[in-house]
């Protein structure tokens, strides 16, 4: 049986994204951002500041992760949702972005907080996907969140997953096989392109992918809610593997530039 690997930091990571690069990349994405907002390409923008702050391939791709122009943050903003917002609505998943972003997590990869408040990872699906050790507790920790003793539940969860990415046809048996399990009110699309369906949702999206949510009409960062939501006794879905909101050893870092005061821990 192959060894399932995990999707965690990469090597250097400690280095480029310790305490003492923080400061500097704070600095990188309010650069960024301030060049954002007054119509600066983002190609043009990142390679000014990421020259100007001798930043690394890795980093200039966290930090472009996590700047958006004001007029982005507003908007982003303002459409965003919480867990409680969820009951009774239809709600929309796009699979690979929510997925990739909670095993990161749980594998201690880097998350990002950005300028919109979003968590973002730092890991790249080139064509395919491969599911990790983490792939399993993520949709189980998902369906706990949404349907556990004490939530408020969504009305229908549409997952959306990328058709020409390898490795979708194995997630979607996975998804399926859990929620026949557990008698979720889950179903799961394979399409070609799931952004722009995902960006014209009459429900809510969850997702943290940029394009979407300058688009789409309501959205839910799932990781965010996961972090802050019931604790482990209020769900009636089994507990095997990794609960999110009691681990204390989540490698979070915070870029935004908000005053509001946010976990920045390891």
């Given amino acids: 049986m192959t060894e399932l690997r995990r999707r965690a930091r990469a090597t250097g990571d400690d280095r480029l994204f310790g305490p003492d690069a923080r400061p500097g990349l704070r600095s990188a994405v309010a650069d960024l951002s301030w060049l ?3 119509g600066y390409s983002s190609d043009a923008a990142l390679k000014l500041v990421g020259d100007k702050h ?8 966290a930090v472009l992760r996590s700047a958006c122009s004001d007029e982005a943050r ?13 009951a009774g609505v239809d709600l929309a998943i796009d699979g690979l972005n929510a997925l990739i972003t909670v095993e990161s997590a749980l594998s ?13 990872d730092l890991a790249a699906v080139h064509g395919a996907y491969e599911q990790v050790l983490e792939t399993s507790f993520a949709v189980d920790a998902i369906a706990r969140l949404l349907h556990g003793r004490g939530a408020r539940p969504p009305a229908q969860v549409v997952w959306y997953l990328d058709r ?5 046809g194995r997630l979607r048996a996975l998804l399926e096989a859990r929620a026949r399990e557990h008698e979720l009110p889950w ?13 014209q949702h009459a429900g809510v999206i969850a997702t943290s992918d940029a394009w979407i949510l300058d688009r789409c009409a309501r959205w839910i960062d799932l990781l965010g809610a996961l972090l802050r ?4 006794s209020t769900h ?3 507990l095997e593997g990794p609960v999110l909101a009691a681990r204390p050893d989540l490698w979070l870092l915070d870029l935004s530039d908000d005053t509001a005061p946010h976990a920045d821990v390891r």
Avoid at 74 to 86: N, P, Y
Avoid at 108 to 115: I, S
Wanted: avoid cysteine; aromatic fraction near 0%; charged fraction near 25%.
């Fill in 36 to 38: 954002l907002t007054r």
């Fill in 54 to 61: 001798a930043l690394s391939a890795r980093q200039r791709m």
């Fill in 74 to 86: 507003e908007r982003r903003r303002a459409a965003r949702v919480e867990l409680a917002d969820l």
């Fill in 108 to 120: 201690h990869g880097v998350v990002l907080r950005g300028r919109d408040g979003a968590l973002r």
């Fill in 164 to 168: 020409p990415v390898a490795g979708s």
């Fill in 187 to 199: 179903t799961v699309q394979l399409v070609h392109h799931p952004d722009p369906i995902l960006a």
């Fill in 229 to 232: 939501g019931p604790t482990e």
């Fill in 236 to 238: 009636a879905l089994p």
